[in-house]
T-cell receptor, first 114, second 112 residues
Framework: KAGVTQTPRYLIKTRGQQVTLSCSPISGHRSVSWYQQTPGQGLQFLFEYFSETQRNKGNFPGRFSGRQFSNSRSEMNVSTLELGDSALYLC?????????????FGPGTRLTVL | GESVGLHLPTLSVQEGDNSIINCAYS??????FIWYKQESGKGPQFIIDIRSNMDKRQGQRVTVLLNKTVKHLSLQIAATQPGDSAVYFC???????????FGKGTLLTVNP
């Protein structure tokens, strides 16, 4: 089975722009979560989707949004980019609805905001 | 808010030695714990997990121990190899929350 894929792998943007990141979960997985990883804050939860519905949301401003499509693929969008948004954005997928189902991570998208 | 923390930010061991990485958690409602390994330039890779109704679980060269009394989690790696060099994260989920809470990570360096 193919793993979680994320596109693009690297992205450079300037302040004020917006960006859309894409995540394709493992085949058959219906839950997709997004995390932001920075050296200072570590891994922080952004949001989680299951069957096109957002079930959980982390403590990030409204500039961060996401969605999930009927094929379980997910996108996240960051509007009005700030320098502090530079980070590795990770997507994780899991198979079922239970909180104890293992989340498998993709390689991440490295976003640099100049 | 609730958080998962690590006792040591770095750990250096000799090849062939056993490694122990520790983690403390604070959410008493946590019922599922996972260890991830992250190599440079890659996403976190699942290593082993344990549910709160267990106190020990073994995998291939890895063992996770859970002490719910003191809210402590540890990862033991037997016969550590250079390929084990990476950052190790513990994470937990509690209750009906689907959010993984991660610790800051421990950098494991294996010296040949």
């Amino acid at each position: 089975k193919a793993g979680v894929t994320q596109t693009p792998r690297y992205l450079i943007k300037t302040r004020g722009q917006q960006v859309t990141l894409s995540c394709s979960p493992i085949s058959g997985h219906r839950s997709v979560s997004w995390y932001q990883q920075t050296p200072g804050q570590g891994l922080q939860f952004l949001f989680e989707y299951f069957s096109e519905t957002q079930r959980n949301k982390g403590n990030f401003p409204g500039r961060f949004s996401g969605r999930q499509f009927s094929n379980s693929r997910s996108e996240m969008n960051v509007s009005t980019l700030e320098l502090g948004d530079s980070a590795l954005y990770l997507c994780a997928s899991s198979s079922l609805a239970s909180t104890t189902d293992t989340q498998y991570f993709g390689p991440g998208t490295r976003l640099t905001v100049l | 808010g609730e958080s998962v923390g690590l006792h040591l930010p770095t750990l250096s061991v000799q090849e062939g030695d056993n490694s122990i990485i520790n983690c403390a958690y604070s959410n008493s409602a946590s019922d599922y714990f996972i260890w991830y390994k992250q190599e440079s330039g890659k996403g976190p890779q699942f290593i082993i997990d344990i549910r709160s109704n267990m106190d020990k679980r073994q995998g291939q060269r890895v063992t996770v121990l859970l002490n719910k009394t003191v809210k402590h989690l540890s990862l033991q790696i037997a016969a550590t190899q250079p390929g084990d060099s990476a950052v190790y994260f513990c994470a937990d989920i509690g209750g009906s929350n689907y959010k993984l809470t991660f610790g800051k990570g421990t950098l494991l360096t294996v010296n040949p």
